[in-house]
Each structure stands twice: as structure tokens, then as C-alpha cells.
């Protein structure tokens, strides 16, 4: 496992908590519109002063500063040592909030398992009626996989959790939250979030319009118990 970087305190990456985020390095998806696009090679092109002894011992330190740990990438389910980390976390009296794309329900069944999670944060790219999913993701997507950890998150029935997609103007159309909304029947929570432009000449994506925004939420309403919007003015 690679530590990608750490943000000490957020009020935002663990609703309801004071959080610290780990950031952990590497990604199984390609994404265009990805924020964190310096973290996701799992290649040694970004140096970081952090490895897990030392947010441990960070953590420790912070134990009566915080509530909560939020695990984030990249995706942190590549990394066959999670689990042993989120123990770790959990031994020092900490909430851990998990963050995922969904692509490794084996993973999340361990995870689940050994109680060191309590609370997720799965990303739906977007419909997966046809081959968009894969546009989304930057990379071929196994949709078994995805819809086998909505499955597994929303049976569990002890942890928190949440859906969440981000919205991006070039990307989504309102009839893929109708489709969303059918896959997550039932859920108690999703979270859509509306993309902000990287400030770079390069990126073509689009920010999408509050108007948009509401007629996607309008779509996930007669499927899921709350819709929430993020980021919108």
C-alpha cells in the first residue's frame, strides 16, 4: 500500500464527523474527469512523506481532536492490505469512512466481515443500461462487479452508507438517474455531486447547470429515500 497523501481535518469527506482523509494511491479506473489524477498511477512518480506507520502514529496524536477516518484514492480496494489498515484505524477508537468505485465487491465483503468499516461511500459512474459505463470509467467495467457491491453494501444492514455520482455536463443525461435509481431501489441515500472544472486548458469537461442537477434529482426521487445535492449554488 502506497499513501498518496493526508488531509488532517475535513468537515466534509465524513458526513456528520470531524474526519482526517487518507488518501491512498492508485486506481483501477481511468476516469476523465478525475480530480486526483496525480494519485492514480501506482507507479513511483509521486513522493509522498507519509507511509502507514507514520498515520498511525499521526492518527494517535489525533485521537481527541477527531471523530472519524476517511479512507479515499485513487480506490482503495486494490490494495490487499486494507483491511489490516482500517483494523489499525479502528483500534485507535476511530469511525472509518471508506471510499469505493465499487469494482472489488471482494474486498468490500472482507472489509464488511471484520467490522473495521462503518460507513461507505460507493461511486455510480453512471447507468449501466449500455456500454457508458466504460466512457465514465476510462476502462473496460465489470458491471457484475458493480452491481454485486450495491448488493452487498445495501444488504448489510448495520453499516451507514451512501451512492453518490458525479454529475458532469458532457458525460450525463437526466434518463441515466431513472436507470440509477432502479439498480439503488430502496437505498437510503444518494449524494449527487456536481462537477467543478480542473483550472487547466486541457479539460474539456463541463460544469453542469443547477437546472440540470435538479432534473437529474428529480429522476433518483421515486427510487430512493433521500437525494441530496453537492456543490450546487
Known amino acids: 500500500m502506497k499513501i498518496a497523501g493526508i488531509q488532517s ?13 487518507v488518501f491512498l494511491k492508485g486506481c483501477n479506473f ?3 474527469f478525475c480530480h486526483n489524477k ?48 482500517l483494523d489499525e484505524i479502528k483500534n485507535l477508537g476511530f469511525s472509518v469512512k471508506l471510499d469505493t468505485n465499487g469494482s472489488n465487491p471482494r474486498m468490500l465483503k ?16 453512471t ?22 457491491s450495491i448488493n452487498i453494501i445495501m444488504d448489510d444492514g448495520l453499516i451507514d452508507y451512501e451512492f453518490r455520482t458525479t454529475v458532469v455536463g458532457m458525460l450525463h443525461f437526466t434518463n441515466d438517474f431513472k436507470e440509477i435509481g432502479k439498480l439503488v431501489k430502496g ?12 483550472d487547466s486548458p486541457s479539460c474539456v469537461m463541463k460544469k453542469p447547470t443547477p437546472n440540470f442537477m435538479h432534473a437529474c434529482r ?13 456543490g450546487v449554488e
Open 9 to 21: 481535518l475535513t468537515l466534509l469527506d465524513y458526513p456528520g464527523k470531524l474526519a482526517t482523509t
Open 30 to 32: 481511468k476516469c476523465p
Open 38 to 85: 496525480g494519485i492514480i498511477s501506482s507507479e513511483a512518480d509521486h513522493t509522498c512523506e507519509w507511509d502507514k506507520k507514520s498515520i498511525l502514529k499521526h492518527l494517535n496524536k489525533r485521537r481527541t481532536l477527531i471523530d472519524g477516518v476517511c479512507i479515499s484514492g485513487g480506490e482503495p480496494t486494490i490494495h490487499e492490505d486494507l483491511p489490516d489498515f
Open 110 to 125: 472482507e472489509c464488511l466481515y471484520r467490522g473495521v468499516v462503518d460507513y461507505i461511500a460507493m461511486d455510480i459512474k
Open 127 to 148: 447507468s449501466l443500461v449500455d456500454t457508458s459505463y466504460d466512457t465514465v470509467a476510462g476502462v473496460k467495467t465489470d458491471k457484475d462487479a458493480i452491481k454485486e
Open 187 to 198: 437505498a437510503r441515500l444518494y449524494a449527487l455531486q456536481q462537477y467543478m472544472p480542473i
Open 218 to 230: 428529480r429522476m433518483l426521487l421515486p427510487y430512493v429515500d433521500e437525494v441530496i445535492l453537492r
